[in-house]
């Protein structure tokens, strides 16, 4: 029953996940009264998420020590870099500068696994990416987002590290040793009874905190049709530049493909996580909105990517 319920979740996650968003304004009452249980939400989804996860996976580090790099530069560097540019160059705010290049800086996304699987690439290595990207986040959005805010928005440094050691790090450590310690059992046992309840997790997520952006998101404007092109843009061009560059270094479908989506895909919950809770609300936008195209934009790339794999092959 509940691996019926998953499924049915799975396929339906970019239907779901604009439809909470909606319904998270619409009642942005309620939601506001329980933004307080988000962070447990999110470390549960963390947890489930790494309970597929062991220790050799980064061991594929050693393997591919450029894929590694490129990941985290592509990641933390590039993107962030990209969307400041864009957000200065069209909005002449600071909040949402911070907004689009924290939607941006976030680790990459789970979710990545499923499509790296549909598209043939390299599971491990999208596995070790996902790890080491995760360990990283309370060093890395920290960093970024005192370089971006600077002086003129107060962010209480030392409490976005330890939420988010509380959000990511501990429960994906949690994940790996009872991964490890049952020999992997707990991949066929827990992970699916957890599995929908973590996906009702992220729904939760999406609408609680779309409370916070309600006043900016419930009111019409061209600025807010701005907010939302632009969020479009940067994911199709993230997803773009990611396989272009792919094909440039290794030339190989599945590596390539592996880094279009480990390098286009963002674990978005995170972000609105830290937008709620560590910055005013106008920031919270921009970070919201990338839910609405993830994975949409993933499914449309997999035809890409198909595409791109039967050229290389022709090529020989």
């Not at 060093?139 to 209480?156: F, Q, Y």
């Amino acid at each position: 029953m509940l691996a019926m319920v998953n499924t049915w979740l799975q396929r339906r996650i970019a239907i779901l996940t604009p439809i909470s968003l909606v319904l998270g304004v619409l009642f942005h009452q309620v939601g506001e009264q329980l933004l307080f249980v988000v962070s447990w939400l999110f470390a549960f989804m963390t947890f489930v998420g790494s309970l597929g996860m062991n220790a050799k996976e980064t061991k594929m580090v050693v393997k591919y020590p450029s894929f590694v790099l490129a990941s985290i530069a592509f990641l933390h560097i590039l993107m962030p870099v990209w969307a400041y540019f864009l957000s200065t160059l069209f909005f002449d705010d600071h909040l949402l500068t911070v907004g689009f290049v924290l939607a941006v800086a976030i680790p990459t996304g789970v979710t990545s696994i499923i499509w790296v699987s549909i598209t043939r690439g390299n599971l491990p290595l999208c596995l070790s990416i996902i790890l080491i990207d995760t360990l990283l986040a309370p060093l890395i959005i920290p960093a970024i987002i005192h370089v971006v805010a600077g002086e003129r928005i107060a962010v209480d440094t030392t409490s976005l590290i330890l939420n988010l050691l509380w959000m990511i790090v501990l429960p994906t450590l949690l994940g790996i040793a009872l991964n490890e310690l049952t020999k992997g059992r707990v991949q066929k046992t827990l992970v699916p009874k957890l599995a929908p309840f973590s996906k009702l997790s992220l729904f939760a997520i999406v609408g609680i905190n779309a409370s916070a952006a309600a006043p900016y998101v419930k009111t019409i404007s061209w600025e807010l049709f701005g907010v939302i092109a632009l969020v479009l843009f940067i994911a199709i061009t993230g997803y773009a530049a990611a396989l272009v560059i792919g094909h440039l270094l290794w030339k190989d479908p599945d590596i390539a493909t592996t880094f279009m989506y480990v390098a286009g895909m963002r674990n978005i919950a995170t972000g609105v996580v830290v937008a709620t809770t560590f910055f005013p609300p106008k920031v919270v936008v921009p970070v919201v909105f990338g839910m609405l195209f993830q994975q949409v934009l993933a499914s449309v790339y997999s035809k890409v990517a198909e595409r791109y794999r039967v050229y290389q092959e022709r090529l020989g």
